[in-house]
Every structure is written in C-alpha cells, then in structure tokens.
C-alpha cells in the first residue's frame, strides 16, 4: 500500500522557514502528480500546493503564492515544501497527498 512519511515541521517565528518533506515508497513516485495540504482542527482541509510527475509544473493557493516552493526528487522518491516568510496563519498540520492517500501529517506552528 501507498506509503508517504512527512517531516521538517516545527515551531518558527513569523517570518521564518521550514521545509517539508515526503518520504513516498510502495508505488511509482514518479509517474504520479502529488499535492501538499493543510488542516486547522475543525476546519476542513486547505489545498496548499501541487507538482506535475515531472516537476516541471506547479500549482499554489493564493494564500501562499510567492512565498512557499513546492518540488521534487523523482530519484529520491521525495516531496518538498519550502516555505519562506511564514505567517501565523500558516500554522497547521501539513500533509503530503497522493489522490486518497494522505501520510501522517506534520505540524507547523508559526508563533512568536
């Protein structure tokens, strides 16, 4: 079954980074787009950040465009988020998503 494993989240002050990763195994990593999402408790989920099988194309939500990077290392079987000029509304737990399949999560909290 799909495995994907993120890490790389923490506590930052505003304006800090941190960058995400996904470990993914068990299925063709590179043949499949994937996406970054997050969650607030009791809110439903955000869509944050998608990449092409290649990773030549990416796609962001508004609410990060122009400051978090989404990308990929198709021989390393791995998804990253960089995120600059992080924001406390960004605090959330991230997850990393393949169609259904989502990993465990891991949280940001962007606090002073």
């Given at each position: 079954?799909?495995?994907l494993?993120?890490?790389?989240?923490?506590?930052?002050?505003?304006?800090?980074?941190l960058?995400?990763?996904?470990?993914?195994?068990?299925?063709?990593f590179?043949?499949?787009?994937?996406?970054?999402v997050?969650?607030?408790?009791?809110?439903?989920?955000?869509?944050?950040?998608?990449?092409?099988?290649?990773?030549?194309?990416?796609?962001?939500?508004?609410?990060?465009?122009g400051?978090?990077?989404?990308s990929?290392?198709?021989?390393?079987?791995?998804?990253?988020?960089?995120?600059?000029?992080?924001?406390?509304?960004?605090?959330?737990?991230?997850?990393?998503?393949?169609?259904?399949?989502?990993?465990?999560?891991?949280?940001?909290?962007?606090?002073?």
């Amino acid at each position: 079954e799909v495995q994907l494993v993120e890490s790389g989240g923490g506590l930052v002050q505003p304006g800090g980074s941190l960058r995400l990763s996904c470990a993914a195994s068990r299925f063709t990593f590179g043949s499949y787009r994937m996406s970054w999402v997050r969650q607030v408790p009791g809110k439903g989920p955000e869509w944050v950040s998608g990449i092409n099988s290649g990773g030549d194309v990416t796609y962001y939500a508004d609410s990060v465009k122009g400051r978090f990077t989404i990308s990929r290392d198709n021989a390393a079987n791995t998804l990253y988020l960089q995120m600059n000029s992080l924001k406390p509304e960004d605090t959330a737990a991230y997850y990393c998503v393949l169609g259904s399949y989502w990993g465990q999560g891991t949280q940001v909290t962007v606090s002073s």
